[in-house]
């Protein structure tokens, strides 16, 4: 299986401030089939679903605001937030979708500092 | 309005059964793969299983493989999750998913306790 880590596990940013999130997996998630990183992120309200952000590592989800971006390639992505508000206030996962299992990382809480 | 809306889960004993089930609306659910993702208490997600489109495609991950099995009925609509000799590692939220690269629809989830 390919394990997937985030890190931190959580962040405390200012309002108006950068997050960024970091996701790393245990094998490159690059097919050469399609030349895409098999890689989404998903941000989770409390009592919510999780709501998918970016797919394809970095290609924005319809309706998802361009304050959030992801960038990276093989085994090292990053999912940034470059103005952090305070509906963006919530747990963060990464997934690969490579091979199954298709798993999660661990997930990064985002607070306002 | 595109949905999905997950049901079935309860209060189950270990050693015993339950089946979920997912109904789909809003969009021509036989062109999407389903998947099952659950989260237990405090925890985070976990890929339980998909299935494709005409369900001739399944995969469980390891910790259920043997114990559930996902199905779908296109003329219905519906994608079930059959689970047996359940433990109490399986007490979760439920997650009825679309998609295949990358998950863009989510039920509201189901709760499954397994506990005597």
């Known amino acids: 299986d390919i394990v997937v880590t985030q890190s931190p596990d959580s962040l405390a940013v200012s309002l108006g401030e950068r997050a960024t999130i970091n996701c790393k997996s245990s094998q490159s998630v690059f097919s050469s089939s399609n030349n895409k990183n098999q890689l989404a992120w998903y941000q989770q309200k409390p009592g919510q679903p999780p709501k998918l952000l970016l797919y394809w590592a970095s290609t924005r989800y319809s309706g998802v605001p361009d304050r959030f971006s992801g960038s990276g390639s093989g085994t090292d992505f990053t999912l940034t937030i470059s103005s952090l508000q305070a509906e963006d206030v919530a747990v963060y996962y990464c997934?690969?979708?490579?091979?199954?299992?298709?798993?999660f990382g661990q997930g990064t809480k985002v607070e306002v500092k | 309005e595109v949905q999905l809306v997950d049901s079935g889960g309860g209060l189950v004993q270990p050693g015993g059964s339950l089946r979920l089930s997912c109904a789909a609306s809003g969009f021509t659910f036989s062109d999407h793969w389903i998947t099952w993702v659950r989260q237990a208490p405090g925890k985070g997600l976990e890929w339980v299983a998909h299935i494709n489109q005409d369900g001739s495609e399944r995969a469980y991950v390891a910790s259920v493989r043997g114990r559930f099995t996902i199905s779908r009925d296109n003329a219905e609509n519906s994608v079930h999750l059959q689970m047996s000799s359940l433990r109490a590692d399986d007490t979760a939220v439920y997650f009825c998913t679309r998609g295949h690269y990358g998950l863009d629809v989510w039920g509201q989830g189901t709760t499954v306790t397994v506990s005597s």
């Open positions: 997934q690969q979708y490579y091979n199954t299992p298709r798993t």
